[in-house]
């Protein structure tokens, strides 16, 4: 069983930080990529920023030079550093994490259960 945790969700006005975090907890072998999603009311899911296991990151144009992606693969955790925050960011944060229980099993996709990030004045 894989559990993955989120926090560091919130309610900060505009122009404010966050921090999320997303820890990864039970049968792991080894985590490929961990991803960080975001869903607004009445919105379908998309994808904020993704990381590989060596780190390199990749940004929706929304957040480029406004978020930041990381992770701690000695720890299992995934960030996100949230800084100019704007009122469309309001979402429920998802982190996602594609990893692999042994090494003989296929990897498979696993989701947090979310955290409610509100950007108002």
């Known amino acids: 069983q894989v559990q993955l945790v989120e926090s560091g969700g919130g309610l900060v006005q505009p122009g404010g930080s966050l921090r999320l975090s997303c820890s990864a907890s039970?049968?792991?072998?080894?985590?490929?990529?961990m991803s960080w999603y975001r869903q607004a009311p009445g919105k379908e899911r998309e994808l904020v920023a993704i990381?590989?296991?060596?780190?390199?990151?990749n940004y929706a144009d929304s957040v480029k030079g406004r978020f930041t992606i990381s992770r701690d693969n000695a720890k299992n955790t995934l960030y996100l550093q949230m800084n100019n925050l704007k009122p469309e960011d309001t979402a429920v944060y998802y982190c996602?994490?594609?990893?692999?229980?042994?090494?003989?099993?296929?990897?498979?996709?696993?989701w947090g259960q979310g955290t409610q990030v509100t950007i108002s004045s």
């Open positions: 990381i590989t296991r060596s780190g390199s990151p």
């Open positions: 039970g049968t792991i072998f080894s985590i490929n990529t």
């Open positions: 996602n994490e594609r990893l692999s229980s042994s090494k003989w099993s296929v990897a498979q996709d696993y």
